[in-house]
């Protein structure tokens, strides 16, 4: 984003500041449809679940992939004035609840609206066999992540070995399986992960047709279809060296209709940070800047307990810049807050080597970071009673 806009923005606006620029999302959001014409792209609003961005994927016609109520709550409230059965349908057709692990109390809310639900373990399913009935599963099978900057099969998916044995025990409970599930990881650099999901997910549906275990919903069509969903990890190009995007679709294209026939199998993404990422760019002023320490050190008003907080938690490389010019130079970076883990320098995120090199800075001055739009505000806090940064729109 141009120097000139983010000054102008933090002047009129105050710091800190994420700007979150619409038109780079409407190109995302354009670009995954380009590449994985094939996919459905239910956006998963855990990485950044503001309303203006939730709006604009909405009218570019995006369905949401959702993990709790209020999330699924978020969604609602933007369609809550269709007539009942438009509404439903939209439910139906646009939301997953991909969560595996609920709560009862929102399984009972959601069984209103026949939702889309994720599970992967036998616990999970009678959990929604009693409390939300009606809904829609899917299997989340665990999968390689490595190669992936954040993981998730620690804790997630059934291993594929026992998922016949799950579906076996799902449907004589009687519950509708319309598919499996998976997640390569955040930020995935290894497409092969992808590709060997795939094919296990192939594999299991061979075998449950072998069985006579019906994989898929029959009342659309009147023929089971079956939804692979291929969840979220498309890559962002922070540093410029990651996996390329147009790389990894072509791959999962090549394995998808190699796989799975387009009048049997529906397939859907949960893609997080490759819609919101590059479209945020955080802003923040030098509150102090000590030059009488060696190297000098700067405190400014973000930190990792509000935007920074992708440093501790999402891990993707940062680098502050400056808007002054000037010879950068060896620095300590501070967030606001009274802790001393609220520091950015060191934190080996940031500028690949926890170096920070700034020029001359005084007081007042702007830093800003670009590539800010995911899991930043998402995890911010209220910690030592500093608000988020405030979120400014652009190109809405
Ligand atoms: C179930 C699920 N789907 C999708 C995503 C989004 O992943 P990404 O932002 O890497 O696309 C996540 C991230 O936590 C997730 O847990």
Request: net charge neutral; glycine share 8%; charged share 25%.
């Amino acid at each position: 984003m141009n120097k000139k806009i983010i000054k102008q923005l933090a002047e009129e606006h105050g710091t800190p500041l994420l700007i979150i620029d619409h038109e780079q999302i409407r190109k995302n959001y354009r670009e995954f449809r380009k590449r994985l014409p094939r996919i459905q792209v239910y956006y998963a609003i855990k990485a950044n679940s503001d309303p203006e961005i939730i709006k604009t994927l909405l009218k570019l016609g995006a369905s949401f992939d959702v993990a709790s109520l209020n999330e699924f709550n978020l969604i609602f409230d933007q369609v809550k004035h269709l007539e009942p059965r438009e509404l439903q349908n939209f439910i139906w057709d646009n939301i997953i609840y991909a969560n595996p692990v609920k709560k009862p109390d929102s399984l009972h809310v959601l069984n209103l609206y026949k939702p889309l639900l994720t599970f992967d373990s036998i616990e999970e399913m009678r959990k929604i066999k009693l409390h939300s009935p009606d809904a829609g599963l899917l299997l989340r099978i665990k999968i390689s992540d490595e190669g992936s900057v954040v993981k998730f099969s620690n804790k997630f998916g059934i291993d594929p070995k026992q998922a016949l044995d799950l579906i076996k025990k799902t449907k004589e409970n009687r519950m509708t399986i319309e598919g499996i599930s998976f997640h390569a990881g955040s930020q995935c650099n290894q497409p092969g992960n992808f590709v060997k999901a795939l094919r296990t997910v192939a594999g299991i549906f061979k075998q449950a047709d072998a069985k006579g275990y019906e994989i898929g919903e029959t009342v659309t069509r009147g023929y089971p279809i079956k939804i692979v969903d291929i969840g979220g990890g498309f890559p962002v190009k922070y540093k410029g060296d990651e996996q390329s995007f147009e790389g990894l679709a072509a791959i999962i294209n090549k394995e998808v209709d190699k796989l799975f026939p387009r009048d049997k199998v529906l397939l859907l993404a949960e893609p997080g940070r490759f819609l919101v990422a590059n479209a945020g760019t955080e802003v923040a002023s030098v509150v102090l800047a000590k030059h009488s320490t060696n190297p000098p050190s700067y405190h400014i008003d973000d930190g990792v307990y509000h935007t920074f907080s992708a440093l501790v938690y999402d891990h993707i490389p940062i680098t502050v810049r400056a808007i002054k010019g000037g010879t950068p130079k060896e620095c300590r970076l501070f967030g606001p807050t009274c802790d001393g883990l609220d520091t950015l320098s060191e934190n080996e995120y940031i500028h690949n080597t926890g170096k920070v090199f700034l020029p001359y800075l005084q007081e007042g001055d702007l830093v800003y970071t670009e590539n800010m739009g995911a899991y930043t505000t998402a995890s911010s806090t209220n910690f030592n009673g500093m608000p988020p940064a405030k979120v400014v729109h652009i190109n809405l």
